[in-house]
């Protein structure tokens, strides 16, 4: 199986900054899409950002130009840059990855437990 652990929350002031990574273990045969999800207090979780496993990113429209998304496939990690932070950044951030764990398997997505941030305003 696949373990995800997201670590580099916190508690920022607007305008701060912070990475977020996600470390994962457990058994791979290939790694498809790696995505960053939010969800703030009363809302739904939303896709915040992804990457492909040939390196093609997007955004979501909120945090274009202010977030970077990576990867760095030798150790099935993934990043993301937040800077220029807002007071409606505060969410908990989620990790998921698409992933095959054996040749022929049908890919499924596994989710991290989330790191928190908060924006002070």
């Known amino acids: 199986q696949v373990q995800l652990v997201e670590s580099g929350g916190g508690l920022v002031q607007a305008g701060g900054s912070l990475r977020l990574s996600c470390a994962a273990s457990?058994?791979?045969?290939?790694?498809?899409?790696m995505e960053w999800y939010r969800q703030a207090p009363g809302k739904q979780r939303e896709l915040v950002a992804g990457?492909?496993?040939?390196?093609?990113?997007n955004y979501a429209d909120s945090v274009k130009g202010r977030f970077t998304i990576s990867r760095d496939s030798n150790n099935y990690r993934m990043y993301l840059q937040i800077d220029s932070l807002k007071p409606e950044d505060t969410a908990v951030y989620f990790c998921?990855?698409?992933?095959?764990?054996?040749?022929?398997?049908?890919?499924?997505?596994?989710w991290g437990q989330g790191t928190q941030v908060t924006v002070s305003s």
């Open positions: 998921m990855y698409n992933v095959r764990t054996v040749l022929g398997g049908v890919p499924h997505d596994y």
């Open positions: 457990g058994s791979f045969f290939r790694v498809n899409t």
């Open positions: 990457i492909t496993s040939g390196g093609v990113t």
